[in-house]
Each structure stands twice: as C-alpha cells, then as structure tokens.
C-alpha cells in the first residue's frame, strides 16, 4: 500500500488520534491545536486504517482498546503498510504487559492513563523529530563487515533507531555492545542530546542511588551542593546500561520505578522530576538466567528486554577478520600518524584461526601492539603474538567427550540428562521436572536455553 503523499504547500503536522472516549479526545484534541498541530480523530480501527489510505499523517496515538479491535492491531497495521509513520499508544493504568507488548510490535511509545499533558508534550516534540530514514542521521562510527549476522544487526539498529521502546544487548564481552548501543542513539531522534554510559558494576552499591538519581544539598554527609544524577544527565537523550545485571536487587526496584513512571527523586528532595530517557541496557551475562535464580527482578528484565539485539562473537563471522583488520589498521595508523602497514597472508591466517575470547577489542589490542612492534611496511604472523595455537584447542574442545570449553561440556551433560528424563517420562515435562529434582520453571527455562524443543 502506498503511503498518501503531504499536500503541496503544506507544512502543518497532522496528527491522527485514535480513541472512542469523547472526553480524551477533546483533551489530545486541545493541547495538539495548542502545539500548533492539526487534529484528526477516528474512533474506531476501521475509521483510522480508512484515514490513514487516505491522508498523510506525521504521528498516529491510539487507545489500546477500541470497539472494533485494539490500537496493537493498529500498530501492527501501521508497521506494515506506512512503516515510516511513528505510533504512540495510550494504555491503562498499570498495564505494563500491554505497553510492552504495542513497543514490540513497533510503536514509536506509550503513555499511560491518566494521560500527562506534559508527558504527552515530550512524546509529541519527540516523535515529530524522527527522520524519515534513519540512515539520513549519518553516524561517524559503524559496524564493521559483511557476513550475514552482521547485516542482520545492521539491519536490526538502524530499525530501532526510530523507535522509544527499551532495548536489551547481549553479547560477550568485546563484542561491540557499548558501540551498537552508540548507533541507536546516534541514528535516532534523540542524536542532538546526550548519550550517557553507565557501567553498572563499577559503583559502589551505597553510592547507586545517588548516582542514578541524584541528591539535593545536605542529603547526607558531604552532599554539599545539589548534583544530578545520570537520569537528569542523560534527559532527552540516552541512558545506556552497561552489565546492568550487576545492579543490587534493592536499586532494581528504584531503577523499575523511575522507567515506568519517567519521573524520578533526587536523595534529599521532597518531589520528582519528570525526565524523558531512552533506556538502552547490556550485559554478557544471561540475564533470563538470573531471573530463574532471583538475583535479578523479573518485572525490570521484561521492562528492560523488550527488544533483545546479539551481538555475535567474532569467530562467528571469520569472514569478515580480514576487512576488520585492514579497517582498523588504518585507523590506528593514522591516529598514530604514520603509514598503515599491510598484514602478511600468513598473519591473516592466523587471524581467521585465532578464537578471539575477547572479540574485536582484543582484535584491536593484537593490532595496535603490532603495528607498535612490528618494523617494517608488513605484519608477519610472529608479529601478533598469538601464542597459543587456538586452532588446534578449537578442534580438541570439538572432539566427543571433551571436556573443554567447560560450559560446552557442561550444557552438554545437563542436555543429556534433561532428555534421558523426557525419554523416561515419555515427555511429561511436570513428571521430567519432578524426576530431575527441579521445579518445572527451571525445566522450561533449561529447554528454551539448552534448545531442546
């Protein structure tokens, strides 16, 4: 379906709201004609998918409930035939599961009854600024190479950078997170703001609040002067939490809080703050993982994954070791002013051989301590210090029966277990989890992560 093209001439936003309540539409009505917008109301889905062939529109809100279906199904329509056009949803109070649920299918955000005048402001302000593709926003720093799972990430931020919803990354450590989490924000409305990167497990645990939040002068001793934390920092922009599984379990609470209500309280104060923040949050650990071992709340883990991107590992696209060397060569050479040398076939062998435990940082590191070391126009294989033969450990860990990397051998032990006891109950999971001795929480949880189906 073709989008409805703008009327020549015209440089009003135009705005679709989408609710059968006279009331609310009155209210969005008025504070959008305030804004200086132009209004246009359905109040059913079949008016708005009507409106929406018909007419341009900048930014659609939708209840979540209509008398012909529900604003998800609008959402999902939208995403679909006018992929470029931003959706907020508007849903019940303390409706967090369908709020999450609009944000995954593609909704731009969502505000929750009653509706905030001045929440709804910012989302508008916010929405409006999207660009029409997101690589229009040219951002300095990029992902390199060309195998599949790296177009697929590509692919998969440059999506998200038109989207409010929360986004969880994953990924070993190296691996590039902090970077993709950079391109999100880079390539998103949010660009002109600030992106403020939290390492979570570097603070102190009685010093996280008034990190995250704040203090007001003469909170606590030595609170001198009033002082922002990283919520009031990061505001209109980004708050990127880095290993946000290392956060204490008594902060989760706060951290859940101030994400579902977009306000937060300084240390010593009397009032919230309202603050406008995309969360981008990241850890090399499993976090479901965590959740089935309660050290981490389940509640925060689906606000805060509400779209999960991997970052794969660097022996999981060899192909692409070759070009990422040559890219990040140059890079360095040049910062160091002096001419890139070239890698030797057999170094590049050893680079596509090599594990890579600490991904494309260690990569940098191999080269940067090459490039320093090396003194000629070439890298010879004896140049990176590669030491130990990874190849050769690769292929022993892959022999039957190896007991190393110890998490394979692991994960393969607990496979063999788990089935023998399905095989036993014949595939009674209730029965399989009692025979196992574990709860049938953990079973499920250990099918899904074990990918036994």
Not at 249 to 256: E, T, Y
Request: proline share 6%; aromatic share 6%; charged share 25%.
């Amino acid at each position: 379906m073709k989008r409805p093209q703008r009327p020549a001439g015209s440089t009003t936003p135009r705005v679709l709201i989408v609710d059968d309540e006279a009331d609310l539409l009155e209210l969005l009505e008025l504070t959008l004609l305030r804004m200086g917008l132009e209004p246009q109301r359905a109040m059913t889905v079949a008016a708005a998918k009507k409106l929406l062939a018909e007419q341009w529109f900048d930014l659609c809100l939708t209840d979540m409930r209509l008398p012909d279906g529900t604003g998800l199904e609008l959402v999902q329509h939208i995403g679909q035939h006018h992929p470029q056009l931003p959706v907020a949803v508007i849903t019940a109070f303390g409706s967090a599961e369908n709020a999450v649920a609009a944000l995954k299918a593609g909704a731009f955000d969502y505000l929750s009854k009653p509706v905030s005048l001045e929440q709804l402001r910012a989302l508008i302000k916010s929405a409006l600024k999207v660009p029409e593709k997101a690589s229009e926003a040219a951002a300095p720093r990029t992902l390199l190479g060309s195998s599949p799972a790296i177009q697929h990430v590509r692919a998969l931020l440059d999506k998200l950078a038109r989207s409010q919803a929360p986004v969880h990354i994953t990924g070993e450590s190296g691996s590039g997170k902090e970077l993709a989490a950079r391109l999100i924000h880079e390539r998103s409305n949010r660009r002109d703001k600030p992106f403020v990167a939290v390492n979570c497990g570097a603070i102190p645990e009685n010093l996280v609040e008034s990190e995250f939040f704040g203090y007001k002068k003469g909170a606590f001793t030595g609170a001198d002067a009033d002082r922002e934390g990283f919520f009031q920092a990061a505001n209109g922009g980004t708050l990127f939490l880095d290993e946000v599984a290392d956060l204490p379990l008594p902060m989760q609470v706060k951290l859940l809080r101030a994400i579902q209500e977009k306000r937060v309280r300084k240390l010593g104060a009397t009032q919230e703050d309202p603050v406008d923040v995309r969360i981008i949050s990241a850890t090399h650990q499993n976090l479901s993982g965590l959740v089935e071992s309660g050290r981490f709340r389940q509640d925060l883990y689906y606000r805060l994954n509400v779209i999960e991107v991997r970052m794969p590992a660097l022996r999981e696209m060899r192909e692409d070791i070759p070009g990422m060397a040559e890219a990040i060569l140059a890079r360095l050479a040049a910062q160091s002013g002096v001419p890139a040398p070239r890698l030797s076939e057999a170094a590049v062998a050893a680079l596509k051989d090599y594990s890579f435990p600490g991904n494309v940082r260690e990569l940098e590191n191999i080269l940067e301590r090459a490039l320093a070391l090396c003194p000629g126009s070439e890298i010879g294989r004896e140049d990176l210090y590669l030491s130990v033969p990874e190849a050769a450990l690769e292929d022993t860990a892959r022999e039957p029966g190896a007991k190393w990397p110890l998490q394979e051998y692991l994960d393969r032990m607990e496979k063999e277990a788990i089935l023998e006891a399905l095989e036993k109950t014949r595939y009674n999971k209730t029965a399989a989890a009692k025979l196992l001795g574990i709860t049938f929480r953990a079973l499920r949880y250990r099918l899904e992560r074990l990918g036994i189906d």
